[in-house]
């Protein structure tokens, strides 16, 4: 298999550096709930809020940016969106209750989804098919990053200042970014060789009835609740019930991420060379396992607890690489900025949607009581799992 290009390398490790400050701002909520829902005396059902209001803004914004995002060049459209996500995050920052923190959430949500499926889109635009999922392996390591470093370096300035100060920090670093990205990412006008487009709103409905793309959008939609519905609790649920204790959350980050720098460019390489299908059914298979024993596992010394969370990160998180890979391949080039944004937008509202599903099923007894009913939420992500594995095989591949 042809290797990468200098300059493909450089701009997926551009992409990837974009995609950290996206993911770190969404990913810092959940290992944040013990310490959001002392400090703001706030609920199970209000923490849910909090973080499904943020896939909510983003997946309806999404649904709206589906219609036109493909009328504009690549690049200032990733500048303008990446820039709204970096206020929207510094506006969390100056949050001091649950009311204002929300409205914040869902604006950095609502630009943070659009500029994350940009992300995706120019890697599809730029990375030949047989090289795909590679290259969304290497932008995936974003994720290992932003969990090996970012989130730790967020949780020890929350514990040792307050929880508004991490996102501080995510502001700062998005800065860095939008200025790496302004020199850096090129233009791409590729997706109008084939005119530009016209009847945006007709556009984008003929995209939505095409079979294939609806096969895409529902099998997006089964591994993302196969994964997010049982993450926003994952961190009170260790604290509460495994018995880990709140300033030792950032290793379980620390260890998912440090091994997902390795594991999702090799899932990336397997998928390529072994099939993207072969390989997302064997890591769902693993995942489901791994979730089951997460969701169901008593009070446990740190070291399992980190063992059962490094196997967690690696396959369950790993899965995406091959799935983002199928899914990318689901239309040609000039409707790609559209499907993806289409799908983000999809992967956003079921995000949405079983946070808000987890928040009515997980309950507490008392501020400082166990959670009940989580292991509910892993027979749940077990089902939308397996029935992921039929649906990635209905989706053809067009480019």
């Known amino acids: 298999?042809?290797?990468?290009?200098?300059?493909?390398?450089?701009?997926?490790?551009?992409?990837?550096?974009?995609?950290?400050?996206?993911?770190?701002?969404?990913?810092?909520?959940?290992?944040?709930?013990?310490?959001?829902m002392r400090e703001l005396e706030i609920g199970t059902g209000k923490f849910a809020i909090l973080t499904s209001g943020y896939t909510w803004s983003a997946g309806l914004v999404g649904l709206v940016a589906t219609a036109f995002i493909d009328r504009f060049d690549r690049r200032p459209a990733l500048l303008v969106m990446f820039a709204g996500f970096i206020l929207g995050?510094?506006?969390?920052?100056?949050?001091?209750?649950?009311?204002?923190?929300l409205a914040a959430r869902i604006i950095s949500g609502g630009f943070g989804g659009v500029s994350g499926a940009l992300v995706m889109t120019i890697v599809a635009d730029v990375v030949p098919a047989a090289r795909r999922a590679a290259g969304i392996g290497i932008v995936m390591t974003a994720f290992a990053v932003a969990s090996a470093l970012g989130v730790p370096a967020g949780l020890f300035l929350a514990q040792t200042y307050d929880w508004e100060t991490p996102f501080v920090l995510i502001a700062i670093v998005g800065t860095v970014m939008w200025i790496v990205a302004l020199l850096g990412v090129p233009s791409l006008r590729g997706h109008f060789i084939a005119g530009p487009p016209t009847g945006r709103w007709k556009a984008m409905m003929a995209l939505a009835s095409d079979r294939n793309v609806q096969w895409a959008l529902l099998f997006m939609s089964a591994m993302v609740g196969a994964h997010f519905t049982i993450i926003p609790f994952l961190?009170?649920?260790?604290?509460a019930n495994v018995g880990i204790q709140e300033k030792q959350l950032f290793l379980v980050y620390l260890t998912g991420g440090v091994l997902t720098i390795f594991s999702s460019p090799l899932m990336g390489r397997l998928a390529d060379r072994r099939g993207r299908r072969r390989v997302y059914t064997?890591?769902?298979?693993?995942?489901?396992?791994?979730?089951?024993?997460l969701t169901n596992a008593p009070r446990l010394e740190l070291g399992?607890?980190?063992?059962?969370?490094?196997?967690?990160?690696?396959f369950a998180s790993g899965r995406f690489v091959p799935g983002q890979a199928i899914t990318s391949l689901a239309v040609a080039a000039p409707q790609r900025g559209a499907f993806m944004s289409l799908s983000s937008c999809v992967r956003d509202l079921v995000s949405g949607i079983v946070s808000s599903i987890g928040g009515l099923i997980v309950s507490r007894s008392g501020a400082a009581g166990p959670l009940e009913h989580y292991h509910l939420l892993g027979w749940i992500a077990v089902a939308c799992g397996l029935v992921s594995l039929w649906l990635a095989r209905q989706v053809k591949e067009v480019a």
């Open 89 to 101: 995050t510094l506006a969390c920052a100056f949050s001091h209750s649950f009311e204002a923190l």
């Open 1 to 36: 298999m042809p290797r990468f290009t200098l300059s493909e390398r450089a701009l997926l490790l551009l992409l990837a550096a974009v995609q950290f400050t996206h993911i770190m701002d969404f990913m810092i909520m959940m290992p944040m709930g013990p310490q959001l």
């Open 235 to 239: 961190s009170p649920y260790l604290v």
């Open 304 to 314: 399992w607890v980190l063992v059962l969370a490094g196997f967690f990160f690696v």
């Open 282 to 293: 064997w890591v769902t298979w693993v995942a489901s396992i791994v979730v089951l024993c």
